[in-house]
């Protein structure tokens, strides 16, 4: 009997796949201000504490919804290199975002993490196309979904 070492890959199971949530990280004032520095998106509504509360529902400032979007691969990543299903895994390279949707306003100061599944997998010789479903929660007592977006990642092994 001739035993080999099976690569396990997302397209050797069936979808969908939850891999889980990342830890919970808290979105400072400083961190949104160095976001809307680097992309010169310097809304008022994002960096004005004090207008923000006084002239908007939300009470204060909110994150920059890209800042939002930008913080996945950070959240997601110790469940990347963690999970079995991507341990032969060499190279990742992003392909692009489907569907993507805010669904509620972060304040800064707020808690936020990440969820993750694997919703498709293309396999072709030497890599996968996979699609993952990536939400971002806010209000850690009760979390509530801010932010959702289909990442489409190839995948080398």
Known sequence: MNSQTVQRTPAAYDLPIFIGYSDWLI????MVDQF???T???QWIH????????DTSFGGTIVHGFFTLSLIPHLTQIM????????????RVNLGANNLRYLHPIKVGAKIRAGL???ACQK?????NITLKASIETNENAP???CEVELIERTYY
């Open 27 to 30: 979105i400072s004032q400083s």
């Open 36 to 38: 809307a520095d680097i």
């Open 40 to 42: 010169q998106d310097k």
């Open 47 to 54: 960096t004005d504490p004090i207008r923000a509360a006084s």
């Open 80 to 91: 990347r290199e963690t999970h079995p299903l991507f341990d032969n895994a060499k190279t």
């Open 117 to 119: 599944t694997v919703v």
């Open 124 to 128: 072709y010789k030497k890599f996968e």
């Open 144 to 146: 509530i979904k801010a």
